[in-house]
């Protein structure tokens, strides 16, 4: 260990520091423009597939530590197209496969086979002049109907949103014409009802004073009579209820009449 932590170097006696320096940064550029267009990356197989070598069965988004190439081909002129190797976890069979910017997926080199092809029977592959007119015409087609749009559609939500106020001033006004009949009969209940209580109070008024003076003039030809109010019995026994009866017989009204003495 404290030979490894030395401080100190040997030198040997034709040492130049300044051509060791560029002697560095020569390799290094070297190093990096060695493989310009290949280089180590992380990877998920975008498909599941199958070696050819050793059949070994390898899962769609299973991890690699693979080789990312850039090809000289392009597509459109301008889109790039990339290789994507991987080693077989079995064999170590190197397994190729390259991006297709036409029909956005990958096809297989070499090296393996894909488990699921997608079948393509009575379908017809548009090309990129195609897609790009019919976007031209959709687009088209949306933009003559926004211009050729008729002004009367404007004027129709207008009359159509009078034709709702209208009828919501209608309903507003039905609702408050409910309320005042409403008041007005609950006005005349409460009235008819006083009515009848005051009605009712007058009869039995007049009922007693009518049988007051019933029973006075009935008792008028046996002479001057004084009449008192009896306070209602309450509670009696039955010997007081005897002689009440006694008392009260003949006086069906309860009252109780006292002859005054003649002097």
């Known amino acids: 260990m404290s030979e490894r932590k030395a401080i100190n170097k040997y030198y040997p006696p034709n040492f130049d520091p300044l051509k060791a320096e560029e002697a560095a940064r020569k390799i ?38 693979g080789k990312k190439e850039l090809l000289p081909e392009r597509y459109l002129e301008t889109i790039k197209q990339y290789r994507l190797s991987i080693k077989c976890p079995r064999c170590n069979n190197m397994i190729s496969f390259r991006t297709d910017p036409k029909s956005g997926d990958y ?3 070499i090296g393996g086979v894909k ?20 976007l031209e015409k ?9 211009n050729n749009e008729p ?12 034709v709702k106020m209208q009828q919501e001033q209608e309903d507003y006004e039905k609702l ?7 008041a007005a009969r609950m006005k005349r209940a409460e009235q008819l009802h006083g009515l009848s209580e005051n009605v009712a109070r007058e009869k039995l008024i007049d009922d007693e ?13 046996s002479g001057t009579v004084e009449i008192s109010t009896v306070r209602p019995v309450t509670t009696t026994t039955v010997p007081q209820k005897i ?4 008392k009260l017989k003949g006086n069906p009204l309860g009252v109780v009449i006292k002859k005054k003495k003649r002097a």
């Open 138 to 146: 959709q687009h088209q087609l949306e933009k003559d109907a926004a």
């Open 107 to 109: 096809v297989m080199e």
């Open 243 to 246: 002689q009440l009866k006694k």
């Open 209 to 221: 004073k009518t049988a007051e003076d019933a029973f006075r003039t009935a008792l008028q030809p």
């Open 28 to 65: 290094s550029k070297k190093l990096k423009t060695m493989h310009k267009d290949s280089t180590t990356i992380r990877l998920m197989t975008p498909f599941s597939m199958r070696c050819l070598k050793c059949s070994e069965f390898i899962p769609r988004s299973r991890k690699f530590n």
């Open 151 to 162: 002004s009367e559609s404007k004027m129709e939500q207008v009359e159509k949103r009078l």
């Open 115 to 134: 488990n699921y092809v997608a079948e393509e029977a009575g379908t017809k592959t548009e090309t990129v002049e195609e897609a790009l007119e019919r």
């Open 176 to 182: 408050e014409n409910l309320r005042r009949a409403n």
